[in-house]
């Protein structure tokens, strides 16, 4: 595949295709490359410096530089704040200035099953399954790629086996089997293992932030200056440049900040592509400023929650514009936090702290805390668009009313494990006012589902289920006439409700259904009506989603060994209207799951010459129920203003404030030690460490981090929305 290099360990190099999977795995020992070493470029800040006049490795010498793009956001510029250097400075003689970096480590999406995909191209279409979150844009990409026309390709996206963002992609295997399909005109299959998932299906995170917060002396924060590095791999994959961006606007977080700037730069290495991973830059931005914030409580010796509350936008603030231009259209922090600080009893926790430091126990107590909002329901196609993003935000849904009272409900949100189908078809039965039972929901094959944005980004609710809502109250609207007429009334005197159209003021009545079988044998319809009800919408968000909360934890740390155990764990998080509280708690335990994961025992680590060494689960620490601890979650309630359900997102929310609340937790255990940071994730080893040293655990290894204010000659660059 390759003309002439790989460019890093697990690129395809050969295609090999075989009656027989067992033939193919036997052919493909046969095949004999030559390699000729190549140095690698791995370290992201030394490949963020290399460049070919300085004799630096690169990525793709071709291209003489590692950076691919550059991207600003400065508040003075898009008229959203004042000028951060100058709060800074002024931080620097009357206030406090913090100052910071930390280590966002390169993970592995795990997903439950690793990715297989099928092409039949003997029909009338060249028919795809695909273990893909994304069977419309995939169509789009194969059609944008290979010239065969879009309405020759039908993408069916069966029981994927879980996504987390690493299914969110056109991959290099759906390309090749497409490609292999139609050169022999038979049907092809791949399917790869769990070592080759972990090794080529894309990566996440992988970024140095370096941070510089300024604040009085009373704790009141005044700018914030962000200054990113984010590892892109070999290749800049679909969204991969885009997810530093999204977190470009969550930096801020829930705080009011006067004065703030972002600056991104995406850097090539020879490693695996990075792409989206549950959470996709909110988790980043979350992680960095949730840890800031500790570092300014600790600095100006107050309760970290205190200096919380005293810089976040309080209730009676909504909506708030933030300093990145962002919109937050509810919330209540207060209750949230107040809600967990009674679950957790934090004031208990605290005094208990005191007493094992004031005795010199062994065994200390951390408390951690993560107050974090994000954005998502990705959004607002105008917004995209002045982001450069590829597509729009809005999404698709049909109703179908048939003849017999069924209902099937087409949607362009592609499930894989999330519960769509439970979910939609309690909206669509609660609005239409059918039997839950009698609704079908159809998804992830774009034959039956023509149109649609898939999903990602905590958007099926908020954006899906909107077009839902749409589609079902053009259902009811298109049968008015068709009821008026057959119960011999006015519209004007039509009342709907319970799934009936009633004349007001009498026991005349029919039912939708009923409605939807004069409609199949349009045997008395008024005239001009057409013969059916069923009707499809469109949902173009008019804001991103801003679900919040509150997570406390608590952590024992062996002063001794390094060793760590969670005491406690609590989580209050606001995500407007709950349509499913069973789904909503199997969101919240998994994506609590996967950002405790990260602070604890996740990492992907490649050797000196680029060779994964994380490549199994022997290496590759993935959580099991036994590793963790039963967590106490509730929830509070601001509906969202923006959507008619009043939902917010709900699938990235554990995840995003997870990490945070633990290493805040084990740091805070060890503070009084000299400790100020731990590099991620918090093995007993670095933790040691860091007692040992008075250090911060490995937080900062590597060389200095390149200081970088406006793109070089020849990058790319795109300016934050709004300049």
């Not at 999404?395 to 003849?403: C, D, F, I, S």
């Not at 958007?459 to 609207?477: F, H, N, T, Y």
């Not at 934890?553 to 969670?566: H, S, Y």
Request: charged residues 20%.
């Amino acid at each position: 595949m390759p003309a002439d290099r790989v460019t890093f360990a697990g690129e395809t190099v050969a295609v090999v295709v075989a009656r027989t999977a067992a033939e193919a795995r036997d052919a493909a020992e046969l095949v004999d490359v030559e390699y000729d070493e190549l140095p690698a470029a791995l370290d992201l800040k030394e490949a963020a410096e290399a460049s070919a006049d300085n004799g630096g490795i690169l990525a793709h010498p071709d291209l003489g530089t590692n950076k691919s793009a550059f991207w600003k956001f400065d508040s003075a510029e898009a008229g959203t704040g004042g000028n951060v250097d100058e709060a800074i400075e002024k931080a620097r003689s009357e206030g406090v200035v913090i100052e910071r970096e930390y280590r966002q480590q390169r993970l592995i999406p795990a997903f439950m099953e690793p990715r297989s995909v099928v092409v039949d191209p003997t029909g009338e279409q060249i028919t795809m399954w695909s273990a893909t979150q994304i069977p419309h844009i995939l169509r789009f990409a194969l059609a944008a790629t290979t010239g065969v026309p879009e309405s020759k390709i039908r993408v069916i996206a069966p029981d994927v086996g879980g996504g987390f963002g690493g299914k969110l992609q056109q991959t290099p295997e759906e390309m090749i089997a497409f490609a292999v399909a139609r050169r022999l005109g038979r049907p092809v299959k791949y399917t790869e293992t769990r070592s080759e998932s972990l090794m080529t299906a894309h990566h996440g995170r992988d970024q140095w932030q370096r941070l510089t917060l300024a604040a009085t002396k009373d704790g009141t924060v005044t700018g914030l200056k962000v200054d990113l590095l984010a590892d892109l791999g070999a290749y800049v994959a679909i969204v991969g440049g885009g997810v530093p961006v999204l977190g470009a606007f969550m930096f801020n977080s829930i705080y009011k900040f006067p004065a703030y700037q972002f600056n991104c730069q995406t850097v090539l290495t020879n490693k695996t592509w990075t792409d989206a991973y549950r959470g996709a830059g909110r988790p980043e931005a979350t992680y960095a400023i949730e840890r800031l914030m500790n570092e300014l409580a600790a600095e100006v010796g107050m309760d970290p929650l205190e200096l919380r509350e005293k810089n976040w936008i309080k209730h009676e603030e909504f909506p708030f514009t933030t300093v990145a231009g962002l919109e937050y259209d509810s919330g209540n922090y207060e209750a949230a936090t107040a809600r967990a600080k009674e679950l957790f009893g934090y004031d208990e926790l605290r005094a208990e702290q005191k007493r094992r430091r004031d005795s010199g126990d062994t065994v200390q107590l951390g408390i951690g805390i993560s107050t974090f909002t994000e954005m998502c329901g990705l959004a607002p196609s105008r917004v995209l668009g002045s982001l450069n993003y590829g597509a729009g935000g809005w999404e698709h849904a049909e109703v179908r009313m048939l003849p017999t009272g069924k209902v099937e409900v087409v949607t362009g949100a592609s499930a894989h494990g999330q519960g769509h189908e439970t979910a939609f078809s309690q909206i669509v039965a609660d609005r239409l006012g059918v039997p839950f039972e009698d609704v079908e929901i159809l998804h992830g094959d774009t034959q039956v589902s023509h149109k649609g944005l898939d999903t990602y980004g905590s958007r099926s609710l908020v954006v899906g289920g909107e077009a839902l809502v749409l589609a079902v109250d053009k259902v009811i609207e298109k049968a008015k006439p068709i009821a008026a007429h057959l119960l011999e009334a006015s519209v004007d005197d039509l009342e709907f409700s319970g799934g009936r159209f009633s004349v007001r003021g009498t026991d005349q009545g029919m039912a939708v259904t009923e409605i939807a079988t004069a409609a199949f044998a349009a045997h008395n319809l008024p005239d001009g009506v057409e013969a059916s009800i069923d009707s499809e919408a469109t949902y173009d968000p008019v804001n991103f989603n801003f679900p919040h909360g509150t997570h406390l934890c608590a952590m024992e740390v062996d002063t001794e060994t390094g060793a760590l155990k969670m005491r406690k764990y609590v989580c209050v998080d606001d995500i407007g209207n709950i349509i499913n509280p069973l789904i909503v708690s199997g969101q919240v335990h998994g994506g609590l799951v996967q950002g405790i994961a990260q602070a604890l025992w996740e990492e992907a680590v490649y050797d000196d010459s680029g060779t994964l060494v994380s490549g199994s689960f022997v290496d590759y620490l993935l959580p099991t129920a036994a590793d963790t601890i039963s967590f106490e979650i509730d929830h509070t309630t601001s509906p969202s203003t923006t959507n008619s359900l009043g939902t917010k997102g709900v699938g990235e929310a554990g995840t995003i404030a997870s990490t945070p609340a633990v290493v805040n937790a084990v740091v805070d255990a060890v503070r009084h030690l000299g400790v100020t940071d731990i590099r991620m994730p918090c093995t007993p080893e670095r933790v040691w460490k860091a007692i040992n040293t008075g250090g911060k655990g490995g937080s900062t290894e590597g060389a200095a981090m390149p200081h970088f204010d406006q793109s070089e000659p020849g990058q790319d660059s795109t300016e934050g929305a709004g300049q």
